[in-house]
């Protein structure tokens, strides 16, 4: 299996940030599997931001939970991050992960990451 | 919320070192725990998962033991790919908690 997150590099400050995940050799509709966005700033650990399942029962990270939103397209194979109101501290590499029921939650699958900067 | 801490959050050994690495939680978290291995500009890769059960492929030099609220991911003989940073990670309830991060360097 693997994953792909796409979706712009660069993002004004106050908009909204918009990435996608493709999974690949694998349904997203599988009940193993939830499905994970993970971020990490510049020269800084790791961030959960958010996670959903497939029967579209989402968590999401208090600190972030007023400005983010997990989707998940099953027609397409695909889930979705929506960051809104983004400042310069969202600046990061944004990961999708695949945490497995069979791995007691251990995210067994990364997607490469995609830089987003956010600047005006 | 559960924290979850690592320690030290820098470590410097030389090939062929025994490495112990320790992630505690502010409260029990049972054995809901992973590690993971990352490369600068790489994305992490999982090591362990259930406190103790070694990832499929992953040398076994590398193991995880703990339950309750300390953790420790030990190499028994540090080689020069394992230079990376480590990350523990705590699952519970859709939820997922990272600690910061332990960098493992050249000494």
């Known amino acids: 299996p693997q994953l792909q997150e796409s979706g712009p590099g660069l993002v004004r400050p106050s908009e909204t940030l918009s990435l996608t995940c493709t999974v690949s050799?694998?349904?997203?509709?599988?009940?193993?599997?939830?499905w994970a966005w993970v971020r990490q700033p510049p020269g800084k650990g790791l961030e959960f931001l958010g996670s959903i399942y497939y029967t579209g029962t989402t968590y999401y990270n208090p600190s972030l939970k007023s400005r983010v939103t997990v989707s998940v397209d099953m027609s397409k194979n695909q889930f979705s991050l929506r960051l809104s109101s983004v400042t310069a501290a969202d600046t990061a590499v944004y990961y999708c992960a695949r945490p497995s029921g069979d791995h007691y939650y251990g995210m067994d699958v990364w997607g490469h990451g995609t830089t987003v900067t956010v600047s005006s | 919320d559960i924290q979850m801490t690592q320690s030290p959050s820098t470590l410097s050994a030389s090939v062929g070192d025994r490495v112990t690495i320790t992630c505690r939680a502010s409260?029990?978290?049972?054995?809901?725990l992973a590690w993971y291995q990352q490369k600068p500009g790489k994305a992490p890769k999982l090591l362990i998962y259930?406190?103790?059960s070694l990832e499929s492929g992953v040398p076994s030099r590398f193991s995880g033991t703990g339950s309750g609220t300390e953790f420790t991911l030990t190499i028994s003989s540090l080689q020069p790919d394992d230079f990376a940073t480590y990350h523990c990670?705590?699952?519970?309830?859709?939820?997922?908690?990272f600690g910061q991060g332990t960098k493992v360097e050249i000494k």
């Open positions: 050799s694998g349904s997203i509709s599988s009940s193993s599997y939830h």
């Open positions: 259930q406190a103790s």
């Open positions: 990670q705590h699952y519970n309830s859709y939820s997922y908690t």
């Open positions: 409260q029990t978290i049972s054995n809901w």
